[in-house]
């Protein structure tokens, strides 16, 4: 199986700041990544697909990059609403594994 | 617009069996595969199981191999988890979740609100 791998587990930001997360596969995945956001209490949404394309109706504050094991997804500027909790996926063979998410508190 | 609405949680005894259903609307269901993710309390996304729009691949995780079987019933677009044995360790709200097969990306594009299922005596 392929073991994903974020960091950080968690985070604190303020309004306004730039985060990145990162996300590493065991073995390649040429770009068969995905970034879903998951707020408290609610279903996750897709966010990013194919590494970098961003899902229909996403804000463009949030970008994707990386090709092979290692991956980002950066958020320009955190608003309010982007406090939850991020998970990356592998959609290249199965089992589709998740990494243990990374969760963006407020500072 | 797309729905997903799960149903058949709730409690049950360990070693006992549940099936949840998930109501599929606003989309061509047999136009695509789907899938079953869980969350255990306070925990990460874990995939359970996948079946393809025809039935004929179907996938589950190690944890859950030999004891839950998937399937669907295209006629009344509908997705089904039976789950056979269960433990403890199953319990999690499970999510029904349609898969995005648009240039093979294969990413999980909508998914339902979640069912709880929690295994306990």
């Known amino acids: 199986d392929i073991q994903m791998t974020q960091s950080p587990s968690s985070l604190s930001a303020s309004v306004g700041d730039r985060v990145t997360i990162t996300c590493r596969a065991s073995?390649?995945?040429?770009?068969?990544l995905n970034w879903y956001q998951q707020e408290p209490g609610k279903a996750p949404k897709l966010l990013i697909y194919a590494a970098s394309r961003l899902q229909g109706g996403v804000p463009s504050r949030f970008s994707g990059g990386g090709f092979g094991t290692d991956f980002t997804l950066t958020i320009s500027s955190l608003q309010p609403e982007d406090f939850a909790t991020y998970y990356c996926?592998?959609?290249?063979?199965?089992?589709?594994?998740f990494g243990q998410g990374t969760k963006v508190e407020i500072k | 617009e797309v729905q997903l609405v799960e149903s058949g949680g709730g409690l049950v005894q360990p070693g006992r069996s549940l099936r949840l259903s998930c109501a599929a609307s606003?989309?061509?269901?047999?136009?695509?595969?789907m899938h079953w993710v869980r969350q255990a309390p306070g925990k990460g996304l874990e995939w359970v199981s996948g079946i393809s729009w025809n039935s004929i691949s179907i996938d589950y995780a190690d944890s859950v191999k030999g004891r839950f079987t998937i399937s669907r019933n295209n006629a009344n677009n509908s997705l089904y988890l039976q789950m056979n044995s269960l433990r403890p360790e199953d319990t999690a709200s499970y999510y029904c979740v349609k898969e995005d097969s648009v240039e093979n990306w294969l990413s999980f594009d909508y998914w339902g609100q979640g069912v709880l299922v929690t295994v306990s005596s």
């Open positions: 996926q592998q959609s290249y063979s199965s089992p589709r594994t």
């Open positions: 606003g989309f061509t269901f047999d136009d695509y595969a």
């Open positions: 073995q390649t995945i040429t770009k068969y």
